[in-house]
């Protein structure tokens, strides 16, 4: 593994680091064609604004996180993404049920406005069939990912959705 590029937000909340992964043959065995030279670029991003069972102060470092996240998957062509907290349930299910939020509201195509018959507890119940019983750990974090999306859309309202 080597590290191409680490950059640390002005804020120091959030870490961006651009990484290349190669694949070690197994002891023993000659590496296959594929296996020689082939690096696979990992986008890694952390954030230190979130607390275990919590949420972060603001939206802020969490959207910048999800926009880093999203412009990640584009330049790889709708790349494959990891998403993992400490124990990958709170605030994993967190940031997935936002990310997901966003790309069917604020960035898809259509710019779809979120009205007052909006819910994410239909994606939050699929995340906790999918993942875990407590994906988005209770009521503080499935505000905060309301939060998330208002304040997206708060940020873009001169624009619409962006």
């Not at 190669?22 to 670029?41: D, L, M, N, V, Y």
Request: net charge positive; charged share 20%.
């Amino acid at each position: 593994m080597r590290c191409a590029r680490e950059q640390t937000s002005a804020d120091g909340l959030t870490i961006c680091r651009e990484l290349y992964l190669s694949c070690a043959p197994t002891p023993g065995a000659e590496p296959t064609a594929a296996q020689r030279g082939a690096e696979r670029r990992v986008l890694h991003l952390q954030t230190m604004a979130w607390p275990n069972y919590g949420v972060p102060r603001s939206t802020g470092p969490i959207r910048e996180l999800l926009a880093k996240c999203r412009e990640g998957r584009a330049a790889e062509g709708g790349g494959k993404t990891l998403v993992h907290c400490s124990g990958g349930v709170g605030r994993t299910g967190t940031f997935l049920a936002s990310y997901a939020a966003l790309a069917s509201t604020a960035w898809h195509p259509s710019n779809a406005p979120v009205g007052p018959d909006f819910s994410l507890l239909p994606l939050v119940r699929a995340l906790r069939r999918q993942r875990h019983p407590m994906c988005v750990e209770g009521r503080e974090q499935l505000f905060f990912a309301y939060r998330v999306l208002a304040d997206e859309a708060n940020r873009d309202a001169g624009s619409g959705w962006g």
